[in-house]
């Protein structure tokens, strides 16, 4: 083992200021990312905490332009059935969001979380099963802030069919679809989420989340 690092006060201003920075990038740059770079983000996700060290996440890189326009397509007519859904008051405010950077990310990246996988040997999944997907949650933020942390910025994608996805990219039929990501550089950067700032909804202090008993 090594020598465990010293997380000082001013390395905890930095990753207060990383979390706050963080955001949910719809709007990129064209130019690509570097060689290894996803590569090198998923290795840093797969360090995320996972349900008796299951490792459930599966990634899937998506460079095939057909797959990705089915992609794009399943993103378009979902985003047009919950554009009808809205009542009158907020569709026009929705049909102005802009909630995918499909066409511009240079990077797209499924995740998906298998639910029963060897590895783990089944430890705590017996009556929260779900806990698989769960586990690729915590690598989809730890990848978000690895991104975000060398300027990267990420998105994330669900406004999809799940069962379309999976075909799409022909993936194992028991893998459960978790998001779909999009990396790039950001066109811009905030420390304000965007739909705070379109007038979507804007986030509550913790208290506001915070139960007592
Ligand atoms: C599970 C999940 C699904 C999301 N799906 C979408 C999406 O389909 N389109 C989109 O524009 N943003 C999506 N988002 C991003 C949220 O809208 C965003 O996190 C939220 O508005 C707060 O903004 P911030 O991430 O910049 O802090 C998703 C976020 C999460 C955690």
Redesign the pocket.
């Known amino acids: 083992m090594n020598a465990p690092p010293e997380f000082d006060a001013p390395f905890r201003a930095r990753l207060r200021e990383l979390l706050v920075w ?3 990038v ?1 709007r990129f740059r064209a130019e690509p990312l570097p060689a290894g770079t996803i590569e090198r983000l998923i290795e840093l996700a797969c360090l995320a905490p996972s349900v008796g060290l299951s490792q459930p996440w599966r990634f899937v890189i998506v460079e095939d332009a057909a797959r990705r326009a089915a992609i794009r397509r399943n993103f378009e007519s979902c985003n047009a059935a919950a554009l009808a859904a809205q009542d009158e008051t907020r569709a026009g405010l929705y049909a102005r969001l802009k ?2 950077g499909l066409d511009e990310a240079p990077i797209h990246l499924a995740v998906f979380a298998e639910r029963d996988p060897a590895q783990g040997h089944g430890l705590g999944r017996l009556t929260m099963p779900e806990t698989a997907e769960y586990s690729a949650v915590t690598a989809v933020h730890t990848l978000w802030m690895a991104a975000r942390a060398e300027g990267i910025g990420m ?5 999809l069919d799940p069962k379309l996805v999976a075909e799409a990219l022909g993936v194992p039929a028991k893998w459960r679809f978790v ?1 779909y990501l999009c990396l790039g550089l950001p066109e811009n950067q905030d420390d304000t ?3 705070e700032r379109a007038g979507w909804e804007c986030r509550r202090p913790a208290e506001a989340h915070i139960l007592r008993r």
């Open positions: 963080r955001r949910d719809r909630l995918a998105g994330w994608v669900s406004i998001g989420p965007a739909l």
